[in-house]
């Protein structure tokens, strides 16, 4: 971690504004207390036990689950909207969810063979089981599986354990950390990893979708696995 760029901080940051957003600088303001000094230095219980209290206080102060799914979406990585305009205008051109649907998948495939240079036997397996960035649309809906975290995909793929795959998998540090400690966290949290999806089906369609968490790793689940809802027009 360079110190151009902190995750945590810079994570921080973007719960903060969503929170003010949707829930106004009171709310915000006993929410973040206490989060001032934490950095990708910090030691991982302290961001732990300020991750689950934060959780905790989002769920007692925000009432609305829409108004909390909204907070946690706004937090999320994204994929570069950039990548995705040649997709945003074969969609806007024909209105072909299937076709958007085929040239994510490309570009997934072409990022596990030529960026992550994966054995084939595992990338065999990822696309049979249908994980990446397109997911497997079904009517209306699409259902999308996160690859694991791309620096430790290899190792989740050969695990064995139940509780070192579910470490493996989470793309979030301070979600891994939780989960190598066996420490608990609120699945109202994988909403910030839900919002991954949200943000490359609304650049695409211009319009906005719905999201919904059915499994994690969070929960116990070997994988994450979200439901994108499209606009049924």
Not at 153 to 173: F, G, T, V
């Amino acid at each position: 971690m360079t110190e151009e760029f902190d995750f945590e901080r810079y994570w921080l940051g973007k719960f903060s504004n969503c929170l003010e957003d949707v829930a106004g600088e009171e709310v915000r303001d006993q929410i973040m207390a206490g989060s001032e000094g934490l950095s990708m230095a910090s030691p991982r219980e302290d961001v732990i036990h300020w991750s689950q209290e934060a959780m905790q206080l989002l769920e007692d102060l925000v009432e609305d689950e829409g108004d909390r799914r909204q907070i946690m979406t706004g937090c999320a990585c994204q994929y570069p909207v950039e990548d995705l305009q040649n997709v945003k205008r074969t969609y806007q051109e024909s209105g072909d969810l299937d076709a958007a649907d085929r040239m994510l998948q490309i570009k997934f495939e072409d990022f596990m063979q030529h960026t992550l240079n994966l054995p084939d036997d595992i990338f065999t397996e990822i696309v049979k089981r249908g994980w990446g960035l397109a997911g497997i649309r079904v009517g209306n809906h699409i259902i999308a599986t996160k690859i694991p975290k791309s620096g430790f995909l290899i190792d989740y793929m050969r695990e064995d354990d139940p509780q070192k795959k579910r470490a493996y998998y989470c793309h979030c540090p301070r979600v891994r950390s939780a989960l190598e400690q066996d420490e608990s966290l609120s699945p109202t949290y994988c909403y910030c990893g839900a919002g991954f999806y949200k943000g490359i089906w609304e650049e695409i369609i211009g319009e906005p979708v719905k999201v919904e968490v059915l499994e994690s790793v969070l929960s116990g689940g070997e994988v994450c696995k979200v439901k994108i809802t499209l606009p049924e027009n």
